[in-house]
């Protein structure tokens, strides 16, 4: 236990306080000769491990699949319209943000497999071309 003076709004008080740990030397105008600072030994270093690439809308087999789990809120073609490349096809709803899903290619929408308010998961068809 150390006993100190501290003075607060002009009041002086004189309090007890426990040291848990005494580094007084290591700063500067200490009155106690400084002792030898040495650093804690450094953890050996661990790999990080890297998350997997998340995946962007697949095409396989005349189709777009979901990239991420979410539920469809917009869906923004209709079968047999013509669509350009990255011209938005589907919004999902993922935690709070919309996703688009553009389309990959030039086609024709052959159909939607999805609905308005359906949860889908990774890899679901979300869209059909001809």
Same mark, same amino acid.
Do not use: H, W
């Given at each position: 236990?150390k006993k100190l003076?501290?003075t607060?709004n002009n009041?002086?008080?004189?309090v007890l306080v426990?040291?848990?740990?005494?580094?007084?030397?290591?700063y500067?105008?200490s009155t106690?000769?400084?002792t030898?600072?040495? +650093?804690?030994?450094?953890?050996? %270093? =661990?790999?990080?491990p890297m998350p997997?690439p998340? #995946?962007v809308? !697949? @095409?396989? /087999?005349?189709?777009?699949?979901a990239?991420?789990?979410?539920t469809?809120?917009?869906?923004l073609?209709?079968p047999?319209?013509?669509?350009?490349q990255n011209? +938005?096809l589907?919004?999902?709803? %993922? =935690?709070?943000?919309d996703?688009y899903?553009n389309? #990959?290619?030039? !086609? @024709?929408? /052959?159909?939607?497999?999805?609905?308005i308010g359906?949860s889908?998961?990774?890899?679901?068809?979300?869209v059909s071309?001809?």
């Amino acid at each position: 236990m150390k006993k100190l003076r501290v003075t607060l709004n002009n009041r002086v008080y004189e309090v007890l306080v426990e040291v848990l740990e005494d580094d007084e030397s290591r700063y500067p105008g200490s009155t106690t000769p400084a002792t030898a600072y040495a +650093p804690p030994a450094a953890a050996p %270093a =661990m790999p990080i491990p890297m998350p997997a690439p998340r #995946p962007v809308a !697949a @095409v396989g /087999g005349q189709g777009v699949f979901a990239p991420i789990v979410g539920t469809v809120t917009k869906i923004l073609v209709a079968p047999g319209a013509a669509v350009k490349q990255n011209q +938005p096809l589907i919004i999902l709803d %993922a =935690m709070k943000m919309d996703t688009y899903i553009n389309s #990959p290619r030039e !086609a @024709v929408i /052959g159909a939607i497999e999805c609905r308005i308010g359906e949860s889908v998961q990774v890899g679901q068809k979300l869209v059909s071309f001809q």
